[in-house]
């Protein structure tokens, strides 16, 4: 995290933050105390308590710090391509690049999913999503007619969810003789989620 013009208090409530991501990474939520967190922050218990109130509390600033999507999305209004389908091809390599950084994402994605219930999830969305409408607004403007009449919701479920299942699919299946067979690129994602499955003379 970058320090540069924080106050002590800004520094301490980050350097929790970087305390606590691989301890819930390695040890899950419930397998974390406050206590390993004050530890690992080089601090007294008292001290986070005077940042975060819970535990669960320092969790939502963890998933807020590192989900790739916070530092991704944001950066899709900076994209440049002259067509739809470059520009989602970009995207979609700068979702891989970022989720690619963050080695412990896997595990965080299904401590919040399994043990939290997802119920972090309706705040990330509400960060995320004036982005999101802002990029499918810029596409539908620049390129009109170019893709399907969609929702703006729809667009973003599609779009993500073929990013995630591709990144989801790479974990479980990393290691794998399937992987070594057939390495699927997020190029080759991206062909099948732009394109279709089915041959034209297939849909009849």
Do not use: W
């Not at 004050?38 to 669960?56: M, P, R, T, V």
């Amino acid at each position: 995290m970058d320090t540069q013009g924080q106050n002590k208090g800004e520094r301490t409530r980050d350097a929790i933050i970087e305390a606590a991501y691989p301890l819930f990474v390695r040890q899950g939520y419930h397998g974390t105390s406050m206590r390993q967190i004050a530890q690992e922050a080089d601090l007294a218990l008292g001290g986070i308590y005077n940042h975060f109130d819970s535990k669960e509390a320092v969790f939502k600033a963890v998933i807020v710090a590192y989900h790739p999507f916070i530092a991704v999305i944001p950066k899709l209004e900076h994209l440049e391509a002259n067509s739809t389908e470059k520009l989602l091809r970009q995207a979609a390599r700068l979702f891989v690049h970022e989720m690619a950084q963050q080695s412990g994402l896997f595990n965080l994605m299904f401590i919040e999913l399994i043990e939290l219930h997802g119920r972090h999830m309706p705040e990330l969305v509400e960060i995320v999503l004036p982005y999101v409408l802002r990029f499918q607004q810029r596409v539908a403007e620049k390129y009109p007619g170019s893709i399907r009449a969609q929702t703006p919701l729809a667009f973003f479920r599609s779009f993500i969810g073929a990013i995630v299942a591709y990144y989801v699919m790479n974990e479980l299946l990393a290691g794998t003789a399937v992987m070594a067979l057939d390495p699927l690129s997020i190029d080759d994602m991206m062909d099948i989620y732009l394109h279709g499955l089915l041959l034209e003379n297939s849909t009849s």
